[in-house]
């Protein structure tokens, strides 16, 4: 970052990013904000938020990349502040798995809103945007959200934010923080618990007192650094950032410096941002944030800077990743019969173009030519990629998620999460006992009106696949979130699933014949007259090992009438396993194919023949190794 300057870039200006954990209303809150200032109206339908416009954001109601907007405020009459203000808001992710995003898009930023919920309080991915945020000094306004709730405990809420920066180490200057109540879905934020009416004009206020313009030398070379993408079809791809000195404008020649070299490129088309989107602008100055057309090529982190004196920014530094995946070709029977893009260089175009935005992601080769091992900050952030490609076209195998250990003074060490599990108090036994059993080590436990809240430090293996296994043990009651924490000496290793699983024998579609008898042997994964082929799995066995089954098998036909023949036959539901749920689920013998019509689990060796001469070698290897 390039030495700051005391001088004010732009007095009417603000950089304001806003930090949350998942589902603490951050999206809900600016739309508020764009409403009270005469960006949007209200009256789109009420589900929609207008910054998580993305499909995969919709459906599972969070953020997952960075928007930008801009509102324009004038102050009244009677405020302390006159002329007509200009804040830049950048709404981040709220989930651990994208901290890349948050670590990124706070450079742009010169001060930050903590949106906390007025019950949930912190949580652990509160705790890790706001130690990135105290690393950079930033001031902050502590925003208590969902004040009308009835259950909201916004003064405890307070004390909870305070001891966590004190955890944090914050200094003095950042404890004294202001507090901002308020009702993003009602539209409302006040600076008195007790007054729960009005509009958005106190946040607004706060941040124009309490958060600094910019700082910038406009007269010195031009240094901006990339911090995020667009793309348009037809002008391809555009390079986000902030100008922290000099000056750009339409036309100018500028260096592009990457992370091994520069080169010359030439500013095509220069723009501001303005409500909801972008307006085309002749120049922009150091403290403001821009977008730029016709680089050409870029990456994220890299400097645009003055020709005559290209200064490189130093490169956005992110958190490594904590889990590991191997993405293959899908070689299945079903290869190639719904997606477009099937052959491993198509994966691998996909690959290499996620890294350009994805910061937090790694591509490796793997053991084959036609393997990849793809490293990320955990499982959502993996599988939203996966998701993605899937709705892209794209077919491909993807292996059972790894740990990442590493050695930290000659030990060996796996990362280690900060887990909280808000549950009833009935079910708070079965979730104590889960806990124990994948690791964990209960740090607090305290009440939250009718519900426990725990506090707890896991392993990141034993995260893997405890999810669905908690909601089952709670009858669906807890409600789990977690984040990186530490790096500590290993004390696990990947946990066996209980059960067995059925796998198919012979091609063909299901049966449901085949499907009843299976049926009293467990859960089955597939519907009746669903294409089978051999190696696939189609439930899970009630037992602890695997089944070989007929699953394509139909009824031998007779002359000779049935005493129930006219008996009704009905079926279980089926198990259908979402994404995540089928990577969690895995074992280190089986992979998850993804199609875009279909998500299916099938062992690495199709044929039943091979498998079982593979299980009695290792059996072989593990009988020597033991001397018996």
Known sequence: MPESTTSIADPNLRNVAIIAHVDHGKTTLVDSLLDYCGSMTLDRDESDCVLDSDPLEKERGITITSKNCAVTWSPPSESAHSGLFRINIIDTPGHADFGGEVERVLKMADGVLLLVDAFEGPMPQTRFVLGKALELDHPLIVVINKCDRPNARPDEVVDEVFDLLVALGATDKHLDFSVIYASGRNGWTSTDVA????????LLDAVLDQLPAPTGDRDAPLQMLVASQDYSSYAGRIAIGRLYAGSVSAGQAVTMCH????????????????DLGKTQVDSVSAGDLCAIEGLGDFEIGDTIACPDS?????RIAVDEPTLHMLFRINDSPNAGRSGRYVTSRQISDRLQRELRSNLAL???????????????????????????????????????????EKMVDDVMCEPIELLTIDVDQDHMGSAMELLGARGGEVKQVDTRGDRMHIVSEIPARGLIGMRSQMLTATAGEAVMFHAYHEHAPTRTTAYRRPNGV???????????????????????????????????????????????VNIVKTKAFSNMREA????????????????????????????VEITPDAIRIRKKILDESKRRQVARQGKQAREGATGH
């Open 259 to 274: 992370a091994d070299g520069q080169r010359l490129a030439k500013v095509q088309k220069l723009f501001r941002f303005k």
């Open 502 to 548: 059925m796998i198919a024998t012979m091609p063909g579609q299901a049966t449901t014949y085949s499907m009843l008898n299976l049926s009293q042997r467990g859960v089955l994964m597939v519907e009746p007259g669903e294409t089978i082929y051999a190696g696939q799995v189609v439930g899970e066995n009630a037992r602890d090992n695997d089944l070989d």
């Open 362 to 404: 790694r591509v490796e080769a793997g053991d084959g030519a036609e393997e990849f091992r793809v490293s990320g900050r955990g499982l959502l952030h993996l599988g939203i990629l996966i998701e993605n490609m899937r709705r892209e076209g794209y077919e491909l195998t993807v292996g059972r998620p790894q740990v990442i």
């Open 310 to 314: 290209p200064i490189s920014i130093p």
């Open 195 to 202: 007054v729960q009416e009005g509009d958005m004009r106190p």
């Open 564 to 591: 129930t023949k006219e008996a009704t036959v009905v079926l279980k539901t089926s198990r259908k396993l979402s994404l995540e749920s089928a990577l969690e689920y895995i074992q280190d013998d089986e992979l």
